[in-house]
T-cell receptor, first 117, second 116 residues
Framework: NAGVTQTPKFQVLKTGQSMTLQCAQD?????MYWYRQDPGMGLRLIYY???????DKGEVPNGYNVSRLNKREFSLRLESAAPSQTSVYFCASSEGGQGSAGANVLTFGAGSRLTVL | KQEVTQIPAALSVPEGENLVLNCSFT??????LQWFRQDPGKGLTSLLLIQSSQREQTSGRLNASLDKSSGRSTLYIAASQPGDSATYLCAVRGLSRYQGAQKLVFGQGTRLTINP
């Protein structure tokens, strides 16, 4: 059971370049999320998708776009990378809905470390 | 705006000790609170989830408590082991439904070191 898989694990970009971080989950979860983790700032929500076909902004969406390609996949795109986007990016998923407590547990990927020069 | 604080930022204790990690939040109107563990260079692993109607949850040597009225949660680790060394993060979800999604606000974590 792979859980949540993110690619790539590491990436170095130059300012202005674009790239897409890929995320896939195999747990049939409805909700998916993109977080960034920075020293001293903790994890902050960039975008989320409550269910297939919907996406919404989180706390720090500027400079990013997302696509919920299907129920399994949720990608994060940087159109014109900036040094401020240097961070570790985490994708997560949860069963979603208003059901049992177990439905609210988040499963995280291993992270993608992005450096923008 | 919900803010989550974890103090101390780092903690070092000898193996075998019982210890408590603290988490405080500014808005008591929460749906649930979760504790996570993060090992260096890795993702987060969910440890315990406490619904707003609950006072505590237990899993093995871990016990998490929740006091909504005071805006506090604690994670108790019994008989600590070197393998418990990691960063522990708490996160809260507000009451808004967000279509069932878990919009979490995280604390910055406590980096725990257990010395053999």
């Amino acid at each position: 059971n792979a859980g949540v898989t993110q690619t790539p694990k590491f990436q170095v970009l130059k300012t202005g370049q674009s790239m897409t971080l890929q995320c896939a989950q195999d747990m049939n979860h409805n909700s998916m999320y993109w977080y960034r983790q920075d020293p001293g700032m903790g994890l902050r929500l960039i975008y989320y998708s409550a269910s297939e076909g919907t996406t919404d902004k989180g706390e720090v969406p500027n400079g990013y776009n997302v696509s919920r390609l299907n129920k399994r996949e949720f990608s994060l795109r940087l159109e014109s990378a900036a040094p401020s986007q240097t961070s570790v990016y985490f994708c997560a998923s949860s069963e979603g809905g208003q059901g049992s407590a177990g439905a609210n547990v988040l499963t995280f990927g291993a992270g993608s470390r992005l450096t923008v020069l | 705006k919900q803010e989550v604080t974890q103090i101390p930022a780092a903690l070092s204790v000898p193996e075998g000790e019982n210890l408590v990690l603290n988490c405080s939040f500014t808005d008591s109107a929460i749906y649930n609170l979760q504790w996570f563990r993060q090992d260096p260079g890795k993702g987060l692993t969910s440890l315990l989830l406490i619904q707003s109607s609950q006072r505590e949850q237990t899993s093995g040597r871990l016990n998490a408590s929740l006091d909504k009225s005071s805006g506090r949660s604690t994670l108790y680790i019994a008989a600590s082991q070197p393998g418990d060394s990691a960063t522990y993060l708490c996160a809260v979800r507000g009451l808004s439904r967000y279509q069932g999604a878990q919009k979490l606000v995280f604390g910055q974590g406590t980096r725990l070191t257990i010395n053999p």
